[in-house]
């Protein structure tokens, strides 16, 4: 049975940083994709980044470059992402999620497998 689990969301003040953690079990393969999510009210559903845990290979959505970083504990099946300089706008609901392969650039939101509940992230002065 997969599991997918989200903490470490809260509420911050713009420039401060937050770090994700998406725990992931009981997925089939030995490597796969792991992409956090994010998600306004309203609004669709929006890629952030993902990794490939067989080699930490990871892609950025161009809103968060230099910004966030994605990044993996293979032996704790983690993993994490890590936010700076976080601005109004990213406040929303994170989701971690996981498929079998990435591609080239963030795959949609529809073609992800597994997903956790989500953490809330707000960012308000």
């Known amino acids: 049975q997969v599991h997918v689990v989200e903490s470490g969301g809260g509420s911050v003040q713009p420039g401060r940083s937050l770090r994700l953690s998406c725990e992931h079990t009981?997925?089939?393969?030995?490597?796969?994709?792991v992409g956090w999510f994010r998600e306004i009210p309203g609004k669709e559903r929006e890629g952030v980044a993902d990794i490939w845990t067989g080699s930490d290979t990871a892609e950025y959505a161009d809103f968060v470059k230099g910004r966030f970083t994605i990044s993996q504990d293979y032996s704790k099946n983690m993993v994490y992402l890590q936010m700076n300089n976080l601005k109004p706008e990213d406040t929303a609901q994170y989701y971690c999620?996981?498929?079998?392969?990435?591609?080239?650039?963030?795959?949609?939101?529809?073609?992800?497998?597994?997903w956790g509940q989500g953490t809330q992230v707000n960012v308000s002065s």
């Open positions: 009981g997925y089939p393969y030995n490597y796969y994709c």
């Open positions: 999620a996981i498929r079998r392969w990435c591609g080239d650039g963030i795959p949609s939101a529809a073609s992800f497998e597994y």
